[in-house]
């Protein structure tokens, strides 16, 4: 059973900064892309930024300059977040795409419970 763990949600003020972090656990051999998505309240989730196994960015234009993630090994990504805005106010996914947990099985997409990241002006 693959789990992924959030952390490092919170309230900040605009212009401030927060840490998330996620870490996959169980059986996992490989996990390709690892990222972050965001679900502010009546918007559909939305990609802020993912990276690849090779260690490879991708970012949402709206975060981009602001936002950074990093991947410290294979099972875990960290999304450090600066200058921080109120419309970043939104619940953060932690996601782990084509994640192989048997040599010959299926690879699949998991998602974290999310946690609240709020900045208020």
């Known amino acids: 059973q693959v789990q992924l763990v959030e952390s490092g949600g919170g309230l900040v003020q605009a212009g401030g900064s927060l840490r998330l972090s996620c870490a996959a656990s169980g059986t996992i051999l490989s996990i390709n892309t690892m990222g972050w998505y965001r679900q502010a309240p009546g918007k559909q989730r939305e990609l802020v930024a993912t990276?690849?196994?090779?260690?490879?960015p991708t970012y949402a234009d709206s975060v981009k300059g602001r936002f950074t993630i990093s991947r410290d090994n294979a099972k875990k990504t960290d999304l450090q977040m600066n200058s921080l805005r109120s419309e970043d106010t939104a619940v953060y996914y932690c996601?782990?795409?084509?994640?192989?947990?048997?040599?010959?099985?299926?690879?699949?997409?998991?998602w974290g419970q999310g946690t609240q990241v709020t900045v208020s002006a």
């Open positions: 990276i690849t196994r090779g260690g490879t």
């Open positions: 996601n782990a795409d084509q994640v192989l947990t048997t040599l010959y099985g299926p690879r699949t997409n998991y």
